[in-house]
């Protein structure tokens, strides 16, 4: 890792780990094969696994969606600057790694405040002069606009990429998320793009009672991860222009090639949208 430039040093917050609890950055970095995880998120990922054995295509079908949605991004828009909340634990190919192969001048700034992504992501995220994290919760938009890295590194005159990729299903404050993005969307200059995937309620006989049982399992023994219908998240985009082909599966989102087998039924319990503040 290439250790040019200084580090933005941003809120520092307790790195306390709790191991006797399942944390939600560790479950999907298990789920994703990571090795920042304890016994005590396999055991969870293993619980959710004998309910729905197809689970983990949700969290690598937010993964995929967001690479797929980078590198758009960095490829087609013209876009320079990230802003990634909810970075979650570095895995492969991660948000500045994708943008930063298209465009090394790309500037990405990660938001998180998990205690493990803070003791263990931040030196693994910080890889160049132009990635950046600091520690805030997501679901306050005043202080992640108001921070000091995010000021220093990002220039909100100018477009921005926002992600709110596989966030909000951990939400359960009393602000809506409506209200949370229109305050970051507020915030941000025309011809910014704004990315978000979310778990999906099908609303439909056939998958839906998969998403039940998921939601159930995580609510019990998490206390977190809502699964919402379609009007529910497209709520979360007030004032954007969708941009082809809308809010759909994120398998759906312009995939890497042809599908040559049908999708498995937790596929469909995961959505996805990019759009465009006009």
Same mark, same amino acid.
């Given at each position: 890792?290439?250790?040019?430039?200084?580090?933005?040093?941003?809120?520092?917050?307790?790195?306390?780990?709790?191991?006797?609890?399942?944390?939600?950055?560790?479950?999907?970095?298990?789920?994703?094969?990571?090795? !920042?995880?304890?016994?005590?998120?396999?055991?969870?990922?293993?619980?959710?696994?004998?309910?729905?054995?197809?689970?983990?295509?949700?969290?690598?079908?937010?993964?995929?969606?967001?690479?797929?949605?980078?590198?758009?991004?960095?490829?087609?828009?013209?876009?320079?600057?990230?802003?990634?909340?909810?970075?979650?634990?570095?895995?492969?190919?991660?948000?500045?790694?994708? /943008?930063?192969?298209?465009?090394? !001048?790309?500037?990405?700034?990660?938001? !998180?405040?998990?205690?493990?992504?803070? /003791?263990?992501?931040?030196?693994?995220?910080?890889?160049?002069?132009?990635?950046?994290?600091?520690?805030?919760?997501?679901?306050?938009?005043?202080?992640?606009?108001?921070?000091?890295?995010?000021?220093?590194?990002?220039?909100?005159?100018?477009?921005?990429?926002?992600?709110?990729?596989?966030?909000?299903?951990?939400?359960?404050?009393?602000?809506?998320?409506?209200?949370?993005?229109?305050?970051?969307?507020?915030?941000? /200059?025309?011809?910014?793009?704004?990315?978000?995937?979310?778990?999906?309620?099908?609303?439909?006989?056939?998958?839906?009672?998969?998403?039940?049982?998921?939601?159930?399992?995580?609510?019990?023994?998490?206390?977190?991860?809502?699964?919402?219908?379609?009007?529910?998240?497209? !709520?979360?985009?007030?004032?954007?222009?969708?941009?082809?082909?809308?809010?759909?599966?994120?398998?759906?989102?312009?995939?890497?090639?042809?599908?040559?087998?049908?999708?498995?039924?937790?596929?469909?319990?995961?959505?996805?949208?990019?759009?465009?503040?006009?």
């Amino acid at each position: 890792m290439s250790s040019d430039g200084p580090r933005n040093v941003g809120t520092v917050l307790p790195t306390f780990i709790d191991t006797t609890k399942p944390s939600i950055a560790r479950v999907y970095d298990a789920f994703l094969n990571g090795k !920042d995880n304890y016994e005590v998120d396999r055991e969870m990922m293993r619980k959710i696994n004998l309910a729905a054995p197809e689970a983990a295509h949700i969290a690598f079908d937010s993964r995929d969606f967001l690479i797929r949605v980078t590198r758009f991004i960095a490829q087609q828009t013209g876009v320079r600057q990230f802003l990634d909340l909810g970075s979650g634990l570095p895995t492969a190919e991660n948000t500045h790694q994708v /943008a930063q192969r298209v465009n090394p !001048d790309t500037t990405v700034v990660y938001i !998180d405040k998990d205690p493990v992504v803070i /003791a263990h992501g931040r030196a693994l995220l910080e890889e160049n002069d132009r990635t950046h994290f600091t520690a805030q919760d997501i679901f306050e938009p005043e202080q992640v606009l108001a921070d000091e890295v995010v000021r220093k590194n990002l220039d909100f005159s100018q477009p921005i990429a926002l992600f709110q990729m596989a966030t909000f299903h951990h939400y359960g404050g009393e602000r809506t998320p409506r209200d949370i993005m229109r305050t970051y969307i507020d915030a941000l /200059a025309p011809g910014s793009i704004v990315g978000l995937s979310h778990f999906l309620d099908p609303e439909d006989d056939r998958y839906a009672p998969l998403a039940k049982k998921i939601e159930r399992i995580l609510l019990s023994d998490m206390s977190t991860g809502r699964f919402r219908t379609r009007a529910e998240i497209a !709520d979360m985009l007030p004032g954007l222009d969708l941009i082809e082909p809308g809010l759909v599966l994120a398998a759906d989102w312009w995939p890497d090639g042809p599908r040559l087998k049908p999708l498995a039924d937790s596929q469909h319990c995961v959505a996805g949208a990019v759009a465009r503040k006009p």
